[in-house]
Each structure stands twice: as C-alpha cells, then as structure tokens.
C-alpha cells in the first residue's frame, strides 16, 4: 500500500541545472519511475518556460520554473490558458536583492491581474540566506503570505536556511525545497516539523544535516511525516531515480 507521507514528494528536476538533461532524454527516464512500484512518490516533472512549448499535451504534472522576473510571469500565465498541458506549479524567482519586498509585490500584482487556473500552486523563490533574515526578505515574505503563495528554497544546510523555514512557517506560507537526494528530501520534511514542533532554529538546522535522524523519525512516524506534508509540499532532484532507489534501500513504511 502506498505510503501517504511519501505521496509525490520527490519532483524531477532532470532538465533544469546542475544536471541540465535534453528535453527528450529527461521525459524518456521519467515515464517508467512513474509507473514504477515507487511511482507514488513522484511528483511534478520541472521545466523552463523554454522547454514547455516542446511538452505534449497530457496529464503529467509540470512545474513550470519562470527564467525571468514578473514580466515573464504574465506571459507564462497567459499562454496556459489556452494551453493543454497540465501545469500545477509555476516557480519563479526574486533577484533583486536590493528590493525584494518591491518584486514580491509584482509578482502578487501579476498575478491579480491575470486570470490563473484555480489548481495552480505559485511558489516564489528568494536568495539563500547565509545569516539572520534580512528587513526587505521577510518584508517579501509578508507581501507573499498576503496572497497566500508558497516559497521556493534552496536545500542549503546551515543557519540560514533554518531561518527561512521559521520565518516562512509563522507566515503560515507552503514550502517546496531544492535538493540534490533523498537525504535532502528527507531532512528537509523532518526540519519542518521540528520548526512546527517549536523546537527552535538550533535544532531546526541540525535536522537539515541528520539524515539518520529523518529517516528514524519518519519510521518511527509516519503519520506525523504524512501531516507536515501539508507545509513541506515537494523537494526536487536532480536524479530522480538514484533518490527512487535510495529510498528503496532504506525500507521506509
């Protein structure tokens, strides 16, 4: 039977960088781990907006990552409604470090504007957080959780990202994390709910660091794995099969 906590948390990030796949190639791959007896973990299949014009109409669940700032956000909107492709998440990232509150709003402000299909997640990525979170990054998150959007971060182990996590969940704002493995998919799952918890950023960063302790947890937990999946939506790989066969090898329920 499959396991709830687990349902389509690893997306495949096969054509988007560090590894970078041809189009074709990355799809080729894809099919068979979705119909495989780990299928219920796969989640969406990551694009850019140069790729989806390649994608067949279909059921497959895209990510649609933005290369460019708002701009791009509302022609990206306006092409899916008229297209037939199954798009449930659009990413896209702040850059502007100098004023990110001011570009979270137009993002916000976009998407006011622009009609969206009503299923359609967003997720808004801001710069990884080497430190305590900066006035002008948690003034972006607030502007996010305005329009109850979800956050975008990067799996980067550290106090940092500790912060982002706590800051984006007493915002009550959905995560989905960049990773590079299961590891990172696990621990990331277990560091939310240990800032759920309440534990506090110390404790929050080294989960993010303890793969042995995320995977006791969620065998000694499932349940409690399955509901902190609510805020802790996705994390995406590179190799979406090595994460498939790592989580085989740890015979998790």
Known sequence: MPAPW?????????????????????????????RGDLGDAVGGFAVTDRELS??????????????????????????LATSDLAVR?????????????????????VLDVTDAPDDLAVHVALP?????PT??????????????????????????TAAAIEAA?????????????????????????????????AAVAAALTDADAAVAWVRDDPDAARRTRRWCVSVAVPDLGAALDDLAARDLP
């Not at 960088?17 to 894809?30: D, E, F, Q, T």
């Open 6 to 34: 687990r349902h389509a948390l690893l997306d495949d990030a096969a054509v988007l960088p560090p590894r970078g796949l041809l189009l074709a190639r990355a799809l080729g791959a894809h099919a068979p781990l979705r």
């Open 89 to 109: 998440r659009i990413e896209i990232a702040l850059r502007d470090e100098a004023d990110l509150a001011h570009n979270a709003r137009r993002v916000v402000q």
């Open 135 to 160: 006035a002008g990054w948690l003034g972006a998150l607030d502007e996010l959780a305005a329009r109850e959007l979800g956050v975008l971060l990067t799996h980067a182990p550290g106090p940092g």
């Open 169 to 201: 969940l007493d915002r009550e704002l959905p995560l989905a994390l960049l990773g590079e493995g299961l590891d990172d998919a696990l621990t990331a799952l277990h560091a939310v709910r240990v800032a759920l918890d309440g534990d506090g950023p």
């Open 54 to 79: 390649h994608l067949r109409s279909g059921d497959l669940p895209v990510h649609l990552r933005v290369t460019g700032g708002a701009g791009m956000l509302e022609a990206a909107l306006r092409s």
């Open 128 to 132: 990884v957080l080497t430190g305590e």
